[in-house]
């Protein structure tokens, strides 16, 4: 950059009749100040992405932060499906009845690892449903007061951790902490994880009736005629099954499996592969449905590709995955949706981009940019990871609940931390540590509505993210309004590229947690 404190010489080596070429030349330049400056500093983009937990569920009680103590009696109290406050919260189990083995509590926030629950995060427990269209009812217009009566686990989704133990809250000590950050879209990690790679909505529009969802009048799922109070039972849906996926109008909205390899739907009989078998996959009552259609709407990746800056998604557990899902059609899967004996767990839904032609078998996109997570590792250790990485820890790293615990994911996760930090890139390097969905726990925040921002899509509820690195903040909570495509929108900025159509004005775009 040219500096009019050096013009002085200039004059004297160049001569008077290049100096206004000269200060013309420093007048129009860019000058990168302030944010522009900070952005420009930061070379390397880590963005990882754990599973299920809403802010409050793991937050609640982060010293200064937005937690459950500034929470309304009106979102602390927990509604039954006629509007009455429920008389106490109970849990269900998998039949959806009380479970004898938790307690019933008062009808407010409880904390999970304490008294007279007593279940510490080094233990399994129950995953609350977290589909698109009861996580809308949840919400409840902004008031966030169905939560236990749309569950099959009732009250459990009021309950929240003592983070201080965690490793993860010693970084966000450290670093900055966003606390009003929100996943994207409503409901799970399927459609959460298509957010975070485009901003966008998968479309099926030729989906069979199978897959769509049964809805009423006013829009929420059909409940059957039977479906009891939830302070007694768990509410019954008539379209609940895993292949009921898709909206009426063509729209793939919960957990759906990608058409090629790793896919929790086999191959065929007769086809490749590296397929899924188009005809879905079904044994006795557990049906898949069928696999959602190779998507071509836009991605990051695209946009990233087509300015020539190198990205990767590193899932973990993605080679054996690949290896597990090319196997015959009544083969044993011990990777794929298996969570004991050691598995990895490789969710198939949780690797967005296997669902775009654009990276199918075969393709150079596909070797290029679809990585394990061993590869993320020595990328790590090697000092050359791409100008963008996404990391998407394999299952039993990825906190999710009902197949792991929040421990071994909060050791994994502080573990990747302590290695990018010990990296050569660190010193130009951006990590933004968030979670996919809320996992259907309860949060007390409202996500944001209104133009540019609230679509049919989302934002849901408000999930913990920590923006970390020798650029951001120390010691700092930013209450900025952010949701998922912030990530998208901050990428965007930083690389000078077209912006996604699906990312919402409104936003931010992580830039004030930089110095």
């Given at each position: 950059m040219w500096h009019f404190f050096g013009l002085r010489v200039v004059r004297a080596v160049v001569g008077t009749a290049l100096l206004g070429t000269l200060a013309s030349a420093c007048a129009t330049a860019p000058v990168a100040?302030?944010?522009?400056?900070?952005?420009?500093r930061i070379q390397t983009v880590v963005v990882i992405y754990a599973e299920n937990h809403s802010f409050d569920n793991l937050y609640g009680l982060f010293p200064g932060a937005n937690g459950i103590s500034q929470a309304t009696s009106t979102q602390k109290t927990q509604l039954d499906h006629n509007g009455e406050p429920l008389p106490e919260l109970l849990v269900f189990g998998r039949d959806g009845k009380p479970d004898a083995n938790y307690p019933r509590l008062p009808n407010a926030p409880f904390r999970i690892d304490a008294a007279p629950v007593n279940r510490p995060p080094t233990v399994i427990v129950p995953s609350p449903i977290h589909d698109?269209?009861?996580?809308?009812?949840?919400?409840?217009?902004?008031?966030?007061?169905?939560?236990?009566?749309?569950?099959?686990?009732?009250?459990?989704?009021?309950?929240?951790?003592?983070?201080?133990?965690?490793?993860?809250?010693?970084?966000?000590r450290e670093y900055t902490l966003a606390d009003n950050f929100f996943q994207a879209a409503f409901g799970g990690s399927y459609l959460n994880h298509q957010w975070l790679v485009?901003?966008?909505?998968?479309a099926y529009a030729d989906a069979p009736a199978s897959m769509r969802v049964r809805?009423?009048?006013?829009?929420?799922?059909?409940?059957?005629?039977?479906?009891?109070s939830a302070a007694v039972a768990a509410v019954q849906i008539i379209s609940d099954s895993l292949g009921r996926s898709v909206t009426p109008d063509g729209w793939s909205v919960n957990t759906s499996q990608p058409p090629y390899q790793p896919s929790g739907i086999p191959p065929a009989p007769d086809g490749p592969a590296t397929y899924a078998n188009l005809q879905g996959f079904k044994i006795g009552s557990f049906d898949l449905g069928q696999p959602v259609p190779a998507q071509t709407s836009t991605t990051i990746g695209d946009t990233l590709s087509a300015k020539g800056v190198s990205w990767v998604w590193y899932a973990g557990g993605w080679n054996a995955a690949l290896a597990d899902g090319m196997q015959a059609p009544d083969a044993k899967r011990e990777v794929i949706y298996q969570s004991s004996g050691g598995s990895v767990?490789?969710?198939?839904?949780?690797?967005?981009?296997?669902?775009?032609?654009r990276f199918a078998p075969g393709t150079p996109d596909r070797a290029r940019h679809l990585k394990d997570g061993d590869d993320f590792m020595a990328a790590i250790a090697a000092g050359n990871l791409p100008a963008v990485s996404f990391y998407k820890p394999a299952g039993r790293d990825s906190q999710h609940p009902s197949?792991?615990?929040?421990?071994?994911?909060?050791?994994?996760?502080?573990?990747?931390?302590?290695?990018?930090?010990?990296?050569?890139?660190?010193?130009?390097?951006?990590?933004?540590?968030?979670?996919?969905?809320?996992?259907?726990y309860w949060d007390h925040v409202p996500p944001p509505q209104g133009p540019g921002w609230g679509d049919?899509?989302?934002?849901?509820?408000?999930?913990?993210?920590?923006?970390?690195?020798?650029?951001?903040?120390?010691?700092?909570?930013?209450?900025?309004?952010?949701?998922?495509?912030?990530?998208?929108?901050?990428?965007?900025?930083?690389?000078?590229?077209?912006?996604?159509?699906?990312?919402?004005?409104?936003?931010?775009?992580?830039?004030?947690?930089?110095?």
């Open positions: 100040t302030g944010k522009s400056a900070a952005l420009q698109f269209f009861y996580h809308q009812e949840q919400i409840n217009g902004g008031q966030n007061n169905k939560f236990a009566a749309m569950s099959n686990v009732g009250g459990w989704t009021m309950g929240y951790y003592d983070g201080s133990r965690f490793k993860l809250w010693q970084w966000a485009c901003a966008c909505t998968p809805l009423d009048a006013a829009g929420h799922l059909e409940k059957r005629a039977d479906s009891p767990n490789f969710q198939p839904h949780h690797q967005p981009f296997n669902y775009f032609a197949y792991t615990d929040i421990m071994t994911g909060d050791t994994h996760l502080a573990d990747v931390l302590e290695k990018l930090r010990a990296s050569a890139q660190w010193k130009d390097m951006l990590v933004i540590l968030t979670y996919d969905e809320n996992g259907g049919r899509w989302g934002p849901g509820s408000r999930v913990p993210a920590l923006l970390i690195g020798p650029h951001v903040k120390r010691g700092f909570i930013d209450s900025t309004s952010y949701d998922t495509t912030s990530i998208l929108k901050f990428i965007s900025k930083r690389f000078d590229l077209p912006a996604l159509p699906g990312v919402r004005a409104k936003a931010g775009d992580l830039t004030p947690a930089l110095n």
